[in-house]
């Protein structure tokens, strides 16, 4: 079982920066250690949760189109740290941010193939 713990939140003004980090522990079903997909997504208020980016096994990412250029997905296999870096916050970015990971080692943008999740830090940009 992998648990995951998500920091980094706040309240900030727009075009400010953060950094979120995502400490996990435990393991996958994967008989190889670290080797699985991990993502952040986020759900504003009244609205779906969303994928936001995703960082494969070897490093490979991907990302929605709203945040290419301004966020940046990154981990550290030794810390066991997901990252997401968020420069030049805008208000549309206010929303609850989770890091999940999968079983298998794929990074895709489908919220129901991820099995863990955290349960999630606060982003609120003010104009």
């Known amino acids: 079982q992998l648990q995951l713990v998500e920091s980094g939140g706040g309240l900030v003004q727009a075009g400010d920066s953060l950094r979120l980090s995502c400490a996990h522990s435990g393991r996958t079903v994967s008989p190889v250690p670290m080797d699985y997909a991990m993502g952040w997504f986020r759900q504003a208020p009244g609205k779906e949760r969303e994928f936001v980016s995703a960082?494969?096994?070897?490093?490979?990412?991907i990302y929605v189109d709203s945040v290419k250029g301004r966020f940046t997905i990154s981990r550290d296999k030794a810390k066991k740290t997901l990252y997401l870096q968020i420069n030049n916050l805008k208000p549309e970015d206010t929303a609850v941010y989770s890091c999940?990971?999968?079983?298998?080692?794929?990074?895709?943008?489908?919220?129901?193939?991820?099995?863990?999740w955290g349960q999630g830090t606060q982003v609120t940009v003010s104009s």
């Open positions: 999940a990971a999968r079983n298998n080692g794929g990074a895709v943008r489908n919220v129901a193939l991820y099995d863990y």
């Open positions: 960082i494969n096994a070897m490093g490979s990412t």
